[in-house]
């Protein structure tokens, strides 16, 4: 009599998710509109490391025959200025691309300086602990429960207005962001499974910081660092439209901002351009940031 082998199936069987085509979409939208907006500010660069090539004329020259001249293809002097002139027949054009130069610098340097200070106190509050996490963290609230306009107000007028002390003070302003979130991620990590087999095997601190935590953070730095840049832009044509960046005749777009507010009603394009560059700079760059964000976080990808 034969017998039949009974074959079991496993009850359990469940087929593998599959990433649904709405999140799909999303990620590629996501990384097509975060390619434009890196795409946007290296064509910002290229504008600002080419401006003595691209401006039509000296940013810094002045003609009173041509002050206030409304954009146009044909000015007074018989030269075109398509976005017209200042109150000091300055082109506005030139200024604008001039202007470029400075925010991009202060902005890149800002994010380097913050970058630096904050990742590295951050990775240290993190993996240390205990007096020094403390410490760092108080420091870090204190500067955040400080309005750090008035800082910066004080700290420029002890050393004087300048390019090197704006950047300083630009570049402080943003360490406390990357402190506290890579401070909190790493939190996480120390006490993960791979951690303590590293320290198992012998690993010594650094090199689990070095080869295996920092890896881990990049993506967040990256994130971090290209919202800063929109924020560092924005604050340092804050402080030149209050006198206390970039001075005059160096072309900035808050000080042209600043230098066109009393002729709003007769000269509108001296302020508005500018501002309308600004706006729109700070705006694709945070919104990069948040593509980014979309693109390297795993746990925005999911639906």
């Known amino acids: 009599?034969?017998?039949?082998?009974?074959?079991?199936?496993?009850?359990d069987a469940r087929p593998l998710p599959a990433v649904s085509a709405r999140s799909f979409a999303r990620g590629r939208r996501a990384a097509w509109l975060a390619l434009a907006g890196m795409v946007f500010v290296v064509l910002l660069g290229v504008v600002a490391v080419a401006a003595p090539a691209l401006a039509p004329y000296d940013p810094v020259r002045q003609s009173l025959r041509t002050r206030l001249a409304a954009p146009a293809l044909t000015g007074p002097d018989g030269q075109g200025h398509l976005l017209g002139t200042d109150h000091l027949g300055r082109d506005v054009l030139s200024r604008l691309i001039?202007?470029?130069?400075?925010?991009?610098?202060?902005?890149?340097?800002?994010?380097?300086?913050?970058?630096?200070?904050g990742g590295t106190l951050g990775l240290l509050a993190g993996f240390r602990g205990g007096w020094v996490d403390n410490?760092?963290?108080?420091?870090?609230?204190?500067?955040?429960?400080?309005?750090?306009?008035?800082?910066?107000?004080?700290?420029?007028a002890v050393l004087g207005p300048?390019?090197?002390?704006?950047?300083?003070?630009?570049?402080?302003?943003?360490?406390?962001?990357?402190?506290r979130v890579l401070r909190s991620q790493v939190l996480v990590l120390r006490s993960r499974e791979f951690v303590d087999a590293i320290r198992g095997l012998g690993g010594s601190a650094g090199r689990i910081l070095l080869r295996h935590?920092?890896?881990?953070?990049?993506?967040?730095?990256?994130?971090?660092?290209?919202?800063?840049?929109?924020?560092?832009?924005?604050?340092?044509?804050?402080?030149s439209f209050l006198g206390l960046g970039i001075q005059p005749p160096t072309p900035s777009w808050g000080g042209m901002i600043h230098e066109g507010r009393?002729?709003?009603?007769?000269?509108?394009?001296?302020?508005?351009?500018?501002?309308?560059?600004?706006?729109?700079?700070?705006?694709?760059?945070?919104?990069?940031g948040d593509w980014l964000r979309d693109i390297l976080d795993p746990t925005l990808r999911g639906e």
Not at 107 to 114: K, L, P, Q, R, S
């Open 262 to 288: 009393e002729y709003l009603d007769t000269a509108w394009w001296i302020s508005t351009t500018p501002g309308i560059i600004l706006m729109v700079t700070s705006f694709v760059v945070s919104r990069t």
């Open 1 to 11: 009599m034969g017998s039949s082998i009974p074959v079991f199936a496993p009850t």
């Open 162 to 179: 300048s390019f090197p002390t704006l950047i300083v003070v630009v570049g402080l302003s943003g360490w406390v962001a990357y402190a």
């Open 213 to 239: 935590v920092v890896p881990n953070v990049m993506s967040s730095f990256v994130v971090i660092a290209t919202l800063e840049l929109a924020r560092a832009i924005v604050l340092e044509a804050t402080l």
């Open 98 to 117: 001039y202007g470029s130069r400075v925010s991009l610098v202060v902005g890149f340097a800002a994010v380097v300086m913050g970058g630096l200070v």
């Open 135 to 156: 410490v760092i963290m108080t420091i870090a609230d204190a500067q955040l429960a400080f309005p750090f306009i008035l800082l910066a107000i004080g700290i420029i």
